[in-house]
T-cell receptor, first 110, second 114 residues
């Protein structure tokens, strides 16, 4: 079956540091890939997505590239802010069904 | 953007009682709603998919008689945990589908069964 593996957190960074959160997946077909973000007390929000190999999703300074050869969709941001502190979920969608990773908590400090 | 609410945000109940959780799409109509369960430090697991006016489709291993889902209207779906036991304690999250591609998530409901 499908699965998503992402790095365990928490990840603690200083403001303006570079962020990478690794995500790899296993799928039987050709899924779409997503990153969701969950701020404290709120529901998951779509951060970015990519629907086919070599696509790059981007939003709010975050980027992730769909790498079919390495079955990866790593999330990156060049300079994080305190307001980026949240839990980040990598997910894939196949046949209308979302499969999530376990989530990675990011804590950004001044 | 589209907003999905859940009520209650947390609930504590005694073993053997039933608990109902509501999921509402506040500013759009959702033909499909999804219910997920999340254990600590684990991923969201899809429990069931419900379409307005029809029976929910449950994932393998999810007891349909224990987790009753009713999708009464295009803006409301309810999950009832019947005869709750401590092992049902978890974080329950709903989402509402808008179009083929997009799900909007509620903030979740934490259930604790004593």
């Amino acid at each position: 079956g499908n699965s998503v593996t992402q790095m365990e957190g928490p990840v603690t960074l200083s403001e303006e540091a570079f962020l990478t959160i690794n995500c790899t997946y296993t799928a039987t077909g050709y899924p779409s890939l997503f990153w969701y973000v969950q701020y404290p007390g709120e529901g998951l929000q779509l951060l970015l997505k990519a629907t086919k190999a070599d696509d790059k999703g981007s939003n709010k300074g975050f980027e992730a590239t769909y790498r079919k050869e390495t079955t990866s969709f790593h999330l990156e941001k060049g300079s994080v802010q305190v307001s980026d502190s949240a839990v980040y979920f990598c997910a894939l969608r196949e046949a209308s069904k979302l499969t999530f990773g376990t989530g990675t908590r990011l804590q950004v400090t001044l | 953007g589209a907003v999905v609410s859940q009520h209650p945000s947390w609930v504590i109940c005694k073993s053997g009682t039933s608990v109902k959780i509501e999921c509402r799409s506040l500013d759009f109509q959702a033909t499909t709603m999804f219910w997920y369960r999340q254990f600590p430090k684990q991923s969201l697991m899809l429990m069931a998919t419900s379409n307005e006016g029809s029976k929910a489709t449950y994932e393998q291993g999810v007891e349909k008689d224990k987790f009753l889902i009713n999708h009464a209207s295009l803006t409301l779906s309810t999950l009832t945990v019947t005869s709750a036991h401590p092992e049902d304690s978890s974080f329950y999250i709903c989402s509402a589908g808008l179009g083929e591609d997009t799900q909007y998530f509620g903030p979740g409901t934490r259930l604790t069964v004593l």
